[in-house]
């Protein structure tokens, strides 16, 4: 059974620090794309950053560019976002998704999809 599970969502004040974690099972992680999606209320789910299966290139969404880093350990089959300077438009659920193609990272399409961890920041 596939399984992502995300972790590490909270409340945090404006220009504080979050640290998301998603645990994968049930597939190869080394062949997949991962990434992390939010969705904020009444809003569309987005793409907030990618990372490659092959060479670790990572990709990000133009608002979160410089403040979010995505990670990924294959040994552990663990994906990372380390969140920095947080605003209050950062607050949504968070979504870690995966995939076997490049149509993750190009185009936020996803095979697999975790629960999603919520995200709060306060001004």
């Known amino acids: 059974e596939v399984q992502l599970v995300e972790s590490g969502g909270g409340l945090v004040q404006a220009g504080g620090s979050l640290r998301l974690s998603c645990a994968a099972s049930g597939f190869i992680f080394d062949d997949y794309a991962v990434g992390w999606f939010r969705q904020a209320p009444g809003e569309e789910r987005e793409g907030v950053s990618c990372i490659s299966p092959s060479d670790g290139s990572t990709i990000y969404e133009d608002s979160v560019e410089g403040r979010f880093i995505i990670s990924r350990d294959n040994a552990k089959k663990m994906v990372y976002m380390q969140m920095n300077n947080l605003q209050p438009e950062d607050t949504a659920v968070y979504y870690c998704?995966?995939?076997?193609?490049?149509?993750?990272?190009?185009?936020?399409?996803?095979?697999?999809w975790g629960q999603g961890t919520q995200v709060t920041v306060s001004s």
């Open positions: 998704a995966a995939d076997p193609s490049d149509r993750l990272c190009r185009f936020g399409i996803s095979t697999y």
